[in-house]
């Protein structure tokens, strides 16, 4: 075969696909030859391998088609550049330029990225080593429907412009060095998801948004802001995720949020103070008309569980409902309708200011594993219908003003410790002999950290563990039954366990003298 075409395989391939789970091996060594001729391809992932010459395909290969390359995670080292060629054409159809955790040499972000790129709405730099301002240029960019540029060390204020280039979806700029000042419209009408924590912003929150805006996810947490939390941060129709934890913000929490479509709210670590407000806590105010949670957060969460802080991730958000209102100065009493909360797993309260009884509806939170009230000026006695909280698995009410009787020790109560009472100087937590017939059998509690857990009742520990045993014995023998690959493997098994433990035997044993003799010899 000779004249035109030659190198130009017929066969051309729209789509390639050579990534690999993170920790289930990965494609190592050279870009394949062939692929150099590939001129059609619309979408490449090659994220968690380990390629090299990739750019120089880039260079070389006219594939103008492309539309979504992801990069991700593969081992790139030097200067993260685009490919500059003589008779290079912009990319018109790339949309999706995913770059995100490789180890390209400290560098700037490169200002003529959207000239190449001319209609890119989704990139993501995230987990690199970039510094500096997020350059102007990047202004004249088709604007993003996802921006990431989370966990750099990029700096300067964050451009004005950049609210203005997000048609929505998401936006995080988390864990660099930004800093300065909000710019009052920072919220654009069709973002979903907005992330700025871990930078060194500081100023107060614009004091207006309108309420028609689509949010579902802001997490302003560990930065400097100040100032008082804004009406609108409760009032969103659909922001359900709200984290504005360790900044320097004061006075009330404003009694526009409804709890009961939130998902996520965490105000701990700042210097709120005042009464809560019980029009949050009820579906039955103005707050919750026309709410609706948002459902599909695409980026990791992080919110203090059980006293360890948990980071969160695609479907078991949806499952996830707490509030975390710890290290303020909030003050009054925790309103009764606090009994609305019956989808929430985590309270925190503690570390405030609160007086006043536990409130009897408590045990209306029938979803709950992490409760605490510590270190607050709670007085009264401890409801006893606290133990009917089965799902309860972390608990204190520790340094308050607690009197009387504890709760009896049953149920979930039976395997908390007693320092979840101490510094309550009139609660006595002796409790009077039981009898064996007035105990409740305690749920069992599987902790998830060594060294819970009081005493476990050993006649239930005794049955579960025979139950189990007994369970196991089932499982097997019925995936045995079952599969016969699984069958001839456990019978192999058990074949050369047999046949090694008849030789070690054999071997070993000290096999008495009288037999001795009938041993052939040669
Ligand atoms: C990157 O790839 C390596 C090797 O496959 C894997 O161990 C690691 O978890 C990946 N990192 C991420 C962030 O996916
Ligand atoms: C990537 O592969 C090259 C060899 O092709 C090897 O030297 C390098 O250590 C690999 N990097 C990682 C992170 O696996
Ligand atoms: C790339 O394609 C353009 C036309 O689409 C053509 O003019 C140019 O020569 C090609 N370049 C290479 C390196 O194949
Ligand atoms: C952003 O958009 C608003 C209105 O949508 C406009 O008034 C403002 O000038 C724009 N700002 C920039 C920097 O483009
Ligand atoms: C609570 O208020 C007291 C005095 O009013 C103050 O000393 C303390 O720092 C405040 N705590 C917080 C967490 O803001
Ligand atoms: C809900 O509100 C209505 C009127 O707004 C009132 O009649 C009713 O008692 C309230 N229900 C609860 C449970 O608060
Ligand atoms: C509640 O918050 C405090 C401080 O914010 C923290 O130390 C504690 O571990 C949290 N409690 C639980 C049960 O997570
Ligand atoms: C208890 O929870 C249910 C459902 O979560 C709710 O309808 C009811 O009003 C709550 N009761 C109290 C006293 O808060
Ligand atoms: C604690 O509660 C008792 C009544 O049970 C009350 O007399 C006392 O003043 C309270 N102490 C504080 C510090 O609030
Ligand atoms: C605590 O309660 C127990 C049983 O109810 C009782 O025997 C004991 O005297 C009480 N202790 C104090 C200090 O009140």
């Not at 130009?8 to 990965?26: E, F, K, M, V």
């Not at 060095?177 to 654009?188: A, W």
């Not at 700025?196 to 309108?210: D, F, V, Y």
């Not at 509030?323 to 009994?339: A, K």
Request: proline share 7%.
């Amino acid at each position: 075969m000779h004249g035109r075409g030659t190198g130009t395989p017929l066969l051309q391939l729209i789509c390639l696909d050579l990534s690999s789970w993170p920790g289930y091996g990965r494609y190592v060594g050279p870009f394949p030859k062939f692929l150099y001729h590939q001129t059609k391809l619309e979408s490449i992932d090659l994220s968690n391998s380990n390629i090299t010459g990739m750019t120089t395909m880039l260079v070389t290969n006219n594939i103008t088609h492309l539309n979504s390359l992801s990069l991700s995670n593969c081992s790139l080292s030097g200067h993260f550049r685009i490919p500059i060629h003589q008779e290079y054409h912009p990319h018109e159809n790339l949309k999706t330029l995913d770059v995100s955790t490789n180890d390209f040499s400290p560098s700037p972000i490169l200002p003529d990225i959207c000239a190449f790129f001319p209609n890119i709405g989704h990139i993501s730099l995230s987990d690199n080593k970039f510094y500096g301002e997020i350059p102007p240029q990047l202004s004249n960019c088709s604007p993003f429907e996802i921006l990431d540029v989370s966990n750099n060390q990029l700096s300067g204020e964050i451009p004005r412009w950049i609210w203005n280039m997000s048609t929505g979806s998401i936006q995080d700029l988390s864990q660099n060095k930004f800093s300065g000042h909000l710019p009052p419209g920072f919220i654009s009408p069709l973002m979903h998801e907005v992330y700025l924590s871990r930078n060194q912003l500081e100023g107060t929150l614009p004091a207006t948004l309108s309420d028609k805006y689509s949010i579902g996810v802001l997490d302003l947490s560990h930065n400097h802001l100040m100032g008082t939390i804004p009406k609108w941060i409760g009032g969103l129709r659909q922001l359900s995720y709200i984290f504005l934890n360790d900044n320097q913000f004061h006075g009330d929490l404003p009694y526009t949020f409804c709890l009961e479509t939130s998902k996520l709210i965490d105000v701990s670590h700042n210097h709120l103070s005042g009464h809560i407000s019980y029009e949050i806590f009820t579906s039955n105010g103005t707050n919750c008309n026309g709410r609706n949670a948002y459902d599909n957060p695409q980026r990791d969460m992080e919110f203090v569980t059980k006293t360890k802080t948990y980071t969160y991730h695609g479907w078991p958000l949806y499952y996830m409902n707490g509030l975390d209102f710890s290290s303020n100065n909030f003050t009054g009493e925790i309103p009764p309708q606090i009994g609305h909360l019956g989808n929430t797993k985590v309270l925190n309260f503690s570390y405030n200011m609160f007086t006043g009884p536990i409130p009897l509806t408590i045990a209306n939170l029938s979803q709950i594993e992490s409760l605490d009230l510590s270190h607050n000026n709670l007085g009264g006695v401890i409801p006893s219908q606290i133990t009917e909280l089965h799902s309860l698995s972390t608990f204190s009410v520790a340094y308050n003003n607690l009197s009387r009787k504890c709760p009896q020790k049953v149920a979930q109560f039976s395997t908390f410790d007693e320092d979840i009472f101490e510094g309550n100087p009139l609660l006595n937590c002796t409790l009077p002999f039981m009898t064996p017939n007035t105990l409740v059998r305690p749920t069992p509690y599987i902790g998830d950290e060594e060294g819970e857990g009081g005493f476990i009742d050993m006649e239930s520990f005794y049955v579960s563990g025979s139950v189990s045993y007994v369970m196991v014995l089932l499982v097997i023998a019925s995936v045995l039954h079952i599969n016969p690959y699984w069958r001839r493997v456990w019978f192999y098994c058990i074949d050369v366990t047999i046949t090694t433990c008849y030789y070690f035997v054999v071997d070993h044993l000290p096999v008495p003298t009288k037999y001795k003799v009938w041993e052939p010899r040669f």
